[in-house]
């Protein structure tokens, strides 16, 4: 999956997004460090950094992981990652807690920012610094927020969906799980662009649950039930190659728009050939890699401030770059 993929760096094609401002930048000489950790700053021992995903078990996770493995080597620390397999508040926070000894440091995608703000505010409480990455926490006492601007990401998405429909249509959301908090975020985005644009009627928002053979069955579901659909937009990697695999299937290439999120191989393909028009990068292995950056920073003496990872659009004109 991995060896199709090149940095967005590399490709040249990161368009950064509006900078996530952060209220207050912060440094540790302005937090109580548990004292172990303290004395295992000073001694220069490699520090132990968790990063927890709300969902191990999804396809965006590796490319996460590789910038997590790439930290490790890197920047002279014992990088972890974790987190639950499938989308489990219970299973994150237990699995949190049973680490809190070892870690000296927490970077944490939440699957609720509910369930998992009060678990922040007690890792914090402890001394033990942590930042939210990919989605963000902002009502907890998380310290800074490393990710793409998910409302903005949205917007961007909205936009390129309203082009690639030339300003009217009826377009249906897709989401694998509509009640997180990253969906929510998206969503919001997505809907304040096409409300701009007088053509376009959002329809509905197609919550199609985590498994790949049942997130293809309710697309498939809701266009029989529906085929005056034209655009499908995906909030995020796996309902994406979904939506173009149906609109593949059915021979709706070019009549059906697909706009989505994230650069697994089958989506790059689907781009490839024109069946999707547009993706959208987050630059997942970057958050990996600034989850843990931000944090070895932190406990070194470093400001830190908010880091928004950028947009990186990508349609069949320059696909290849991403290949």
Request: aromatic share 4%; proline share 4%.
């Amino acid at each position: 999956m991995l060896n199709k993929l090149k940095t967005l760096a590399g490709a040249g094609l990161l368009c950064m997004a509006p900078v996530i401002a952060s209220a207050d930048p912060v440094n540790v000489s302005d937090f109580q460090l548990a004292p172990r950790i303290a004395e295992k700053v000073a001694s220069g021992k490699p520090l132990n950094i968790m990063v927890s995903y709300h969902d191990v078990s999804n396809e965006f996770a590796p490319f996460v992981k590789q910038g997590v493995e790439k930290a490790d080597k890197e920047l002279n620390v014992d990088a972890r990652f974790i987190g639950p397999v499938g989308a489990d508040a219970d299973g994150q926070i237990s699995e949190i807690e049973t680490l809190l000894g070892d870690m000296d440091g927490l970077a944490i995608s939440a699957v609720s920012t509910d369930a998992l703000s009060p678990l922040i505010n007690r890792v914090i409480e402890a001394g033990i610094p942590v930042i939210s990455y990919n989605t963000d926490n902002p009502d907890s006492k998380r310290l800074v927020f490393a990710g793409q601007d998910l409302v903005q990401s949205g917007r961007d998405a909205g936009e390129q969906m309203a082009k690639v429909l030339d300003g009217k249509g009826r377009v249906m959301i897709t989401t694998i799980d509509a009640a997180a908090q990253w969906s929510l975020d998206r969503e919001k985005g997505v809907r304040e662009a096409l409300d701009k644009v007088e053509g376009i009627e959002v329809v509905r928002t197609l919550n199609t649950g985590t498994d790949p053979q049942e997130i293809y069955a309710a697309i498939e579901n809701a266009m029989l039930s529906d085929p005056g659909i034209t655009g499908i937009l995906s909030l995020e990697c796996c309902s994406t190659p979904a939506a173009g695999e149906w609109v593949k299937r059915n021979g709706q290439a070019g009549k059906v728009k697909v706009v989505g999120f994230d650069l697994l191989d089958q989506t790059v393909d689907l781009v490839a050939d024109d069946v999707i028009q547009v993706t959208i990068d987050q630059a997942p292995a970057r958050q990996g890699f600034e989850a843990v950056n931000l944090l070895v920073e932190f406990l070194n003496g470093k400001t830190i401030d908010d880091l928004d990872t950028g947009v990186g659009i990508y349609t069949p004109e320059n696909i290849k770059e991403a290949m």
